[in-house]
C-alpha cells in the first residue's frame, strides 16, 4: 500500500471516528456523489452527510490535517460539473441543511445551503415577500449552490442575479475555522468584502453553511407576452428600446428562427398559427396590476410598431401556453443528437445581434445543429450545440466551432459565462478571458484562502476538456417527466 493509501484510510478512520453516524462509504452513495448535471463520473472515496454546521468545520479541519480533496455539494445540478469530485477524495453533501426562517419585519430570510431555492420563495410568498432570484432549477437546486455559482435566470433583468440578495454568509475556510462575512444589515462597508468574493467562487475558497437573503416585496400580478418578429435585430432591440421607453420587463426571452423551427417540428404545433417560423421574444410584466396596465400600453404600442404579430395573457393558464415555446427549446433540441455543449455566454446588450449573427454563420459553415436562445434581456445568451459524440468528424467541428464562438464572445467584450460558472466544461477557455496579471491575481487569492487545494481542487484553473469524456448513462431526478410544467431547460 502507498504512503498515500495509507494516509487516505488514516483519514478516512479518524473521519469515522468523530462523526460516524453521517459518513457513507457504500457503492450506491459513492456511485451517486460520482457525478452532476454534466455527467461524467469520478468516485469519491466517501461521502459526508452533514445535520449541523459545525460539523462541516470537523469534515473540513480533518480534510486539512490529512490533504484530502472536498467537493461540497447542493442538488448536484450544476451543468459544468462543480460538484463533480474530479480528485476524488470527500464529498460533502449540505443538502440537509436546509432550514429556512423568514424575517418579516427585517425583510430577509435565513437559510441553512441546503434549501432548495422554490422552497425560499414558497416561504416568502406566504409573507407577501420574494425572493426574485429565479434559476430555471429552482424546484431543486440549492441555495448553497446558487450563491458557488452566482446564480442567475429568468427575472434577472428586473431584479439582478444571486449576489444582488445576499446580506451574509456564514461558513468555514478551508482550515475547519468558522467565518462570518458580511451581517443582516442592508449595507456593510466594514473592511475586504469576502462575501462577494465568495459569491461566484463555485466552493473553491469556503464552504457556505448559512446565508441571510435579503427579500422584497412580492409582486402582485403578471402579464405575458409572446411576439414574433421578421429579423433578429429586430426583436434583440428590445431590451434597450424598452428601457428608453421606461418598461422594466421581469421577463425578456428570445428564441433564434432555427431554434422556433426546431420546437415546432418536435411538437408538431405551429407557434403562431399560420405564421412560419421567426425568431420570438416572451416578455413579462410584473408589479401591481395598475402599473402593468400603464406599461402594457407602452409595450403594445412598441410590439405593434416593431413585431409582425403578438399575443398576451393576463391569467397563469394562459401564460403557460405562451411559456410552451421556451419551455419546449432544450427538449426539442435532445432530440436532434446525443450530446450537447450547453454554453451560457454573455455579451453587452448591444453585441448580442453579432452574437447571433456569429452562431447563424457557424451552423451553415461547420454544418452543425446549433440553437440560440435565453436571457436576452441580461445579453445572457445559450448556444447549444448537438452533436453524436460517436461521430468523430461531427464532435470536432462541434469543438472547433465551440472555440470560434467563444472568442467571438471574447472580442465582443463578453464573459464565456453568465450564470453557470465555470467547473470543470468551460475550463478550456478560461485563460481567454484574463491577462497574466489578472490570472496570477485569481491563483494568488486561491492559493492564499486554500493553500492546501483542500477545496474543489481541479475546478476552474486545470484544463478538462468535456467532450473527451464518456458521459454516464443515468436520468436526474429532474430529467422524469411530471404532470407539472418541466423546468425550463438551459
Ligand atoms: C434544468 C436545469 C436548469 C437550469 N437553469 C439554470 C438557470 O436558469 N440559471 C442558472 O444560473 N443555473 C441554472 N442551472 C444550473 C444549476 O442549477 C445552478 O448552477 C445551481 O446554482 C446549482 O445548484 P446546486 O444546488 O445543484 O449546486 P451543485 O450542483 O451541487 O454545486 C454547484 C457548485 O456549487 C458548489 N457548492 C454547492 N453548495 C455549496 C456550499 N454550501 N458552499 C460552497 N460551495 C457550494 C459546488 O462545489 C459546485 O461548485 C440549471 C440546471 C438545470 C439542470
Redesign the pocket.
Known sequence: MSTNQENNLLALDNLKKNLGGIVRVDDQSLHDASF??LKVSFSPQAVICPQQATQVGEVLRLANEYRIPV?????????TG??TPIKGGWVLD?SQLNKIEIDADNMNARCG?GAVVGDIQEQSAKLNLFYPPD???KKF??I???I??N????RCVKYGVTRDYVLSLS?YLPTGEAVQWGRATRKFATGYNIRDLWIGS??TL???TEAVLRLVGKPVAQKTFLAAFSNDSSALRAPIELARLGIRPSILEFLDKWTVECVQSFTGKEVFSGLSPHPVLLIELDGDPSSIEAESVYLQKWLEESSICYLSADSNEAAEELWEVRRQGSPAMKKLANTKLNEDVVVPLKEQINLVECVHDLRSEFNLKIGVFGHCGDGNLHVNFMYNHEDQDESSRAVEALTRLMRKVHDLGGAISG???I?LAKTPFVRMQFNEAEWKTMQAIKKTLDPNEIL?PG?IFDIFNPWDQKKINTILP?EHSHDEPK?V??
Open positions: 452532476d448535471g467537493t461540497t455539494k447542493g442538488a448536484g445540478s450544476s451543468l462543480g460538484a449540505v445551503p434559476p430555471s432549477s437546486c440549492t448553497g449552490g446558487n458557488a455559482c446564480a442567475g435566470g429568468l461558513g463555485e466552493g469556503g464552504v457556505v450564470e453557470h460558472g467547473g474543489n475546478k429532474w423546468p431547460e438551459t
